[in-house]
């Protein structure tokens, strides 16, 4: 099945699957062995960077790793149903879904960004019975792409609203004076972009976005969000707190925290703070917040 790589036209229903198509019994959230599944039940996380992995900075600011993704999908998705990231950069998320056999729509507000997702699936694979799309788009008209109740899984991670939104000083490496030195960062200026906005701001509208996503999920289908904490200003600036209480608002439930520790992956960590301020670096470990849509929704 090759991967879809046309011009979608706005506002139109999308033909794409979101139904099993595995033989897994109807109460399996996954198509996991017992063996596989008990991986997957230790609270922190390691993943190690592979060939296909996106590593260069000027293509994109900010990349997960593939591992990271297909092990998200594979826990709360079976094969055939549909994953849907809205914010999806690079399009780690729509390789992964390839990969797995699983249908996956990701949306962008640039170009390209949607043009280098396409790059990176247009492979055709005889033995992928699935769908994978990308379309420019601002995330908060998702819902006029897809028909309710038909998403399994939202996987993302989104911008970090505007912490990266600064030039880079690299206080924290060891090696300053590198290639990101002075840098900024950042997705892009669009107003529209959440990496623009004050993180008051990101945290509302990062609610209306998922808010307006509730419907499109299926009952207890899941809703993983991967972000950092920051430091601005010697302040702690506690992203992932701040998208738990506003989700919850919104009509999610809250199901795990999972830390993705990322130190096997980080170089060159400098002393930061040494020796009067002890600060954890938020480079090291990250949140996947994972929550569902509850059954009375």
Sequence with gaps: MKAEAKI???????DIGSQRICSC?????????????????????QFLYEKRDIRDK????????????????????????LVLDPFVGSGTTLLAAQDLNRNAVGFDLQQKYIELSMSRICSINMFNKTKQIAIQEDAINIPNYLKPETISLIWTSPPYANLLNRKRTNKSRRIR?????????????????LGTMSIDEYTKVMGDIYENLL???????????????MWWENKRITIHISLVEELRKRGYELRN???????????GIGIFGYPSNYITMGVTFEYLLDFWKPPNV
């Design 58 to 81: 000027t293509l994109h600011p900010a990349t997960f790793p593939l591992s990271l993704a297909r092990k998200v999908i594979g826990l709360f998705t079976h094969e055939g149903e």
């Design 25 to 45: 019994a109807p109460t399996h959230i996954n198509c996991l062995s017992g063996k596989e599944w008990l991986k997957h039940q230790i609270g922190v996380w």
């Design 257 to 267: 925290i999972i830390i993705w520790d990322r130190t096997n992956i980080v170089n």
């Design 8 to 14: 979608q036209k706005k506002n139109c229903i999308l």
């Design 177 to 193: 004076n590198n290639e990101q030195l002075y840098k900024v960062e950042q997705y892009s200026q669009d107003e529209r972009d």
């Design 215 to 229: 419907p499109l999920l299926k009952t207890k289908g899941h809703c993983v969000i991967n972000v950092p904490d």
